[in-house]
């Protein structure tokens, strides 16, 4: 199975090098800045103490004259556009696309670009970080990936991808509920992001202050409400990993838009992962005054970024 990764950022330099590692037939698909540094330095993955660098395959726009059998779309939502324009010309009549982008409002154009049938949904729960001197830092002791036709049959494709990734260190599986996977990583994700964010720590300092937990308990009830309306309330599993996640009081975790913000990023996912939860809350008539909060103050963050 041929492979091509678009961006060898923080998800797609990790999960790309731990298929490369394994054997894989993996390419990345580049912007010239990244691809200068991969020309120089390999691809470096730091995770747990243990170094990693190898020299990979690296395309840029306009370099793929092929169709490859699978795409990996591992862009920031904001660079959606111009990373389907990129990938446009690997996708052939067998290939799939599997976005791992948090978030739902990229299955609408990668549909309507591509069609429903060639796009896979996929959830990845991993904490990875692209430092400015290339390297890849591999931070939580978790590296999940999920998988699967969104009509929740066992396909070809996901099969294949499932092989290939067995032979990897990643804790991969294919999923027959992806739907239900992604309202589930989205609504743990967005609630995190929103806490985090909105009142700028990490979940231990979050609920150490004194009205902290009932911020949080307001924002996690705001989106399960979302989720449950559009037909996926988090199942009882997810329920209790999100609540350990976000209730711990000892907890150093915040969300990678925290992070994200923490480094000075001049963008933030603002609209895919919180403002597209508060308009499909409208949509069924449901408030989400704390995640508009959030919303609001990730807005001028992105307006500062843009000025
Ligand atoms: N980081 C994490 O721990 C997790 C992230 N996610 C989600 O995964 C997605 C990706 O996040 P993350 O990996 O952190 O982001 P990064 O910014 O680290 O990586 C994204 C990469 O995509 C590249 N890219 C963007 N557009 C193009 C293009 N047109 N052509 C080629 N390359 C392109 C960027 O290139 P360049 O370097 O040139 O800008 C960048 O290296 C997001 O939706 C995020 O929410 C999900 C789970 C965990
Ligand atoms: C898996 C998780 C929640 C890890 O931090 C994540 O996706 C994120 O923070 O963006």
Redesign the pocket.
Known sequence: MRILV?????????FGLRLAEAGADVSF??????AA?LERDGLVVSSHGEERRMRVPAL??GEVNQPFDALLL????Y??P??????APAVGEISVVLP????LA?FDVLDARFGAGRVLGG????????EPDGT?RH??PMDTLLFGDRSGRLTPPVEALGEVFAATQVTARASMEITQDLWE?WAM?AAGAAITCLLRGTIGEVLATADGAAVAARTIAEVRAIAAAHGHAPRPAAVAQADRTLGDPQSRWAA??M??IQQG?PRL?AE??IGDLIRRGREHGLAAPTLEAAYAQLQVYNARGAA
């Not at 111009?82 to 990938?87: D, G, H, L, R, Y």
């Not at 791992?100 to 978030?103: A, I, K, S, V, Y």
């Not at 959830?123 to 692209?130: E, F, G, K, N, R």
């Open positions: 678009l961006g060898a950022g923080a998800i797609g330099g990790y698909l580049v912007r010239p800045g990244r540094q840029l726009a591992t862009c920031k939502a660079d959606l111009t990373a389907i324009e990129a990938i791992l982008l948090n978030g990229h959830v990845a729960y991993i904490a990875t970080t692209l890849i931070t939580s990583k994700l990678s838009m992070r994200d990023a996912e895919h992962v």
